[in-house]
Nanobody
Framework: QVPLVESGGDSVQTGGSLTLSCTPSRWTWSNYCQAWFHQAPGKERQGVANICSGGTKNYADSVKGRFTISRDNVKNILFLQMNSLNSDDTGVYYC??????????????????WGQGTQVTVSS
């Protein structure tokens, strides 16, 4: 059973918007930190945003003001609202969850379980 399942990836034009979702099979979101990571073609996976207990959020500089991470603790769904998309946002987006707290939010090693990813393609 896949621990996390992402959805919402699609092909959009520059300036468009998408909302990604992630649901867990065995985690209760509110007890842990979750994050979204992005892997552009030919590049390493990098942190986009994370959210922890109490609602603390962190964002990569490249997405501040454009992306919003949120979660529904009742329905146990993690979201990533992405606005003003550009070609640099193209790639596979992964959600991850881990310990109750993380020291370096954008360090992949902080997270225990991962989804299989959802593809986002931004074209002009």
């Amino acid at each position: 059973q896949v621990p996390l399942v992402e959805s919402g990836g699609d092909s959009v034009q520059t300036g468009g918007s998408l909302t990604l979702s992630c649901t867990p099979s065995r985690w209760t979101w509110s007890n842990y930190c979750q994050a979204w990571f992005h892997q552009a073609p030919g590049k390493e996976r990098q942190g986009v945003a994370n959210i922890c207990s109490g609602g603390t959020k962190n964002y990569a500089d490249s997405v501040k003001g454009r992306f919003t991470i949120s979660r529904d603790n009742v329905k146990n769904i993690l979201f990533l609202q992405m606005n003003s998309l550009n070609s640099d946002d193209t790639g596979v987006y992964y959600c991850a969850t881990g310990a109750s707290g993380v020291e370096f939010w954008d360090d992949m090693g902080e997270y225990v379980d991962w989804g299989q990813g959802t593809q986002v393609t931004v074209s002009s």
